[in-house]
């Protein structure tokens, strides 16, 4: 962060700590819950990604389609975006958990994190959609190889 701090920086933090309350156990899981919001992040590798009982084919499948519903979260509430998500694991005949697991692992380089939505939206849709994209492309080169 800068110092002092910038407009964007400081939306930042007051939008994270409405994310992060509830998930606090000590004041210094702060750092570990939000690091995405201030580096950029990458999963460890792919198999971070994979949610159990997929494969990585499938997992390239399911976060292309993750991938299409966050493109829309600039005109769409998170209900809407649930009900995408929730509609779209359904065809893809994966749990919802299996269809948030990889954009999340994307976006927060973690499989624990603050809430998705609202972390996508504070990290911003830009930035979520290139780290959703290197995912692919990671995935994309695992299933080629």
């Known amino acids: 962060m800068?110092?002092?701090?910038?407009a964007t920086e400081e939306r930042v933090v007051d939008g994270m700590l409405p994310l992060i309350r509830e998930r606090l156990r000590v004041l210094s899981d702060v750092s570990g819950a939000v690091r995405f919001l201030f580096e950029d992040v990458t999963p460890p590798d792919v198999e971070a990604?994979?949610?159990?009982?997929?494969?990585?084919?499938?997992?390239?499948?399911?976060?292309?389609?993750?991938?299409?519903?966050?493109?829309?979260?600039?005109s769409i509430d998170d209900e809407s975006a649930e009900a995408m998500f929730r509609s779209r694991s359904e065809?893809?005949?994966v749990k919802l958990g299996a269809m948030l697991m990889p954009v999340r692992v994307a976006v927060t380089g973690t499989t624990a994190s603050?809430?998705?939505?609202?972390?996508?939206?504070?990290?911003?849709?830009?930035e979520s959609?290139?780290?959703?994209?290197?995912?692919?492309?990671?995935?994309?080169?695992?299933?080629?190889?």
């Open 114 to 126: 603050p809430p998705l939505f609202g972390s996508i939206r504070l990290l911003g849709l830009d």
């Open 91 to 93: 065809e893809l005949e």
């Open 49 to 74: 990604v994979v949610p159990k009982k997929l494969d990585a084919a499938k997992t390239l499948d399911v976060l292309e389609a993750g991938r299409d519903i966050v493109a829309r979260f600039g």
């Open 2 to 6: 800068a110092d002092p701090p910038t």
């Open 129 to 145: 959609l290139k780290r959703i994209d290197r995912v692919i492309g990671l995935l994309k080169e695992y299933t080629r190889g």
